[in-house]
């Protein structure tokens, strides 16, 4: 696991279908989806919550506003943040 190398922010940068397993072809009851992923895996400190996983959230904001402070987080105008996914933080959709 990346975690147990002392890799404290993992980063999904894309998903891609890679195959279906089906009963017909393969020796499974089910459908199996598998996906290919690219991770970047950060060597950085691990947080005392656990490791930081970065999915595909990013929120950011648009129209007058040219800033907003959530929980902690500055996210700029027209700019997606990143989100952690152990955050849950609930971004509010404005517009203004």
Do not use: W
């Not at 940068?13 to 989806?33: H, M, Q, V």
């Not at 970047?40 to 950011?60: N, S, T, W, Y």
């Amino acid at each position: 696991m990346l975690t147990d190398a002392g890799f404290g922010t993992i980063e999904i940068r894309a998903r891609k279908p890679y195959r279906i397993l089906d009963p017909k072809n393969y020796p499974t009851d089910e459908l199996i989806y598998i996906e290919s992923i690219e991770v970047a895996a950060i060597k950085d400190p691990m947080h005392e919550d656990g490791p930081c996983v970065l999915r595909e959230k990013q929120p950011f904001i648009m129209g007058k506003v040219p800033t907003l402070m959530i929980k902690g987080h500055l996210l700029l105008k027209n700019q997606p943040l990143a989100v952690c996914d152990k955050q849950q933080m609930p971004f509010p959709i404005r517009k203004g």
